[in-house]
Each structure stands twice: as C-alpha cells, then as structure tokens.
C-alpha cells in the first residue's frame, strides 16, 4: 500500500535519532561549556537592559536577541548547523537594531507599519560613528566594525545558500546526525558571534546605559577583555 504524502514526512522525522544527537552534543563537555558561556552573556545583556530600559519599545529586540541565543543551542545540539547560523545572524541583527531604535522611536513606529522601510547595518554603523560617545575611536581599535563585517559576510553565504554544502552535510532528513567537525564550526563561529555583539554593546547602547547596570554584569561583560580594550572602553568594573 502507498504511504499519503504526510505519513512519509513523519516516517522521515521519526527516522532521526534527535535523542542521539541532543546526546553526542551534551557528552562534548567542552563544546556544551563554550556555548554555557555564550548564552550567558547574552543572558546578563538580556537582564540589564530589561531592568534599565524595559519601557523601550525597542527593548523587543533584546528579547528576541536572547531567544535567538537559545536557537543557536537547540539547533546544534539536533545536528540542524545551518538552521543555528541563521539564529546567530538574527542575535547580531537584533542587537544592531536595538542600538538604533531604542533613541529612534518614530523610525521604530515606521518598522512596524511600512513593510518597505528598513535601516541597513551600514546605517546603523554609521550613525553611531556619528553620534555615539567615542564610538569611532574604540572600535577602531577592537575592530568591531571590521570584524563584523567580514563574520555576518560569511553567515549570510551560508544562511543564503551561497556557499552549497556549508554546514550542512546530510541530502534527506533521515540522515540528520551530530557531525563533530561540523560542530566545532558552529561553537567557533557562535564565539565569535557573541564577542562582536558584546563589544559592539560595550560601545553603543551598553555605555550610555552602563550607571545603571549592576557591579556583577559589569564585572562579567567585560571578563575576557584585554588590558588595551578595557582603558579604550573606559568603563568602570563598580
């Protein structure tokens, strides 16, 4: 007897070990504390801003920055590579976004209301060259910008398919698996992911808002920062 169209799709899914693969993940103890440490920035992020500018219409990008962080971690651990670089895209994104339309309320409003009308990170960058206190000097000299650039050109050719075959090594779903070098990947580039938008926050939305963050998230969100880039912040750890 032929299978329907949907009893062959769920004959696929369930033919996925997703047990075995969240497994394999999590027995990487060095892999599973990496990406621990990732969220976790993201998370004191999340917390500090909720408790400084939680009236913030933009604040919705924070959310959604943060969410994303949780994403990248179920996808990697369900073997789904490239579905985790798209996530890591959107907490890039989000945090642009929330930099910029956390003091452009009338450009948010327009966001939400005209589907054509959208800032471009170029924009965004450069506004806060513009505007932002010393925000052209310190990233110059963590090269936040030329980082940035040079990490979302490369997740954007594999979140669009410009780079065929790219953290992705399966042909059907059926053959999903935990792929260990592919994994690595996924781990180096969500480090990378988290530093630009950490330092990119320490420069923008971060500073202006820094009075009010706790001596705990000031002491975590600079952690891991040299002794050059923590004088060219300039932000104080009480």
């Not at 000299?141 to 940035?148: C, D, F, H, V, Y």
């Not at 490369?154 to 059926?174: D, E, R």
């Amino acid at each position: 007897m032929t299978q329907s169209p949907e009893a062959l799709l769920e004959s696929a899914l369930k033919s996925v070990d997703w047990n075995a693969n969240v497994a394999a993940f999590c027995a990487d103890n060095n892999a599973l504390l990496i990406v621990h440490q990732q969220n976790l920035k993201l998370a004191v992020w999340s917390k500090q801003f909720e408790e400084n500018d939680a009236a913030n219409p933009a604040i919705c990008f924070i959310r959604e920055m943060q969410v994303a962080g949780h994403l990248v971690v179920a996808c990697t651990a369900l073997a789904s590579y490239k579905s985790a670089a798209a996530a890591m895209r959107t907490i890039v994104e989000t945090a642009l976004y929330y930099s910029y339309f956390r003091t452009h309320v009338q450009e948010l409003a327009t966001l939400a209301r005209d589907e054509k009308w959208y800032v471009s990170k170029e924009e965004i960058l450069e506004y806060h060259t513009q505007h932002s206190e010393k925000f052209s000097d310190v990233q110059k000299k963590l090269s936040i910008n030329a980082n940035l650039q040079s990490w979302y050109r490369k997740i954007s050719a594999i979140v669009h398919g410009q780079l065929p075959g790219v953290w992705l090594s399966q042909t059907a779903i059926c053959h999903m698996k935990h792929n260990p070098v592919l994994q690595q990947e996924v781990v180096s580039s969500y480090v990378e992911c988290v530093r630009i938008v950490n330092c990119f926050l320490l420069c923008t939305a971060g500073r202006d808002q820094w009075s009010g963050f706790s001596t705990t998230a000031k002491q975590s969100l600079l952690h891991g920062l040299s002794g050059d880039a923590k004088d060219a912040l300039g932000l104080d750890v009480a």
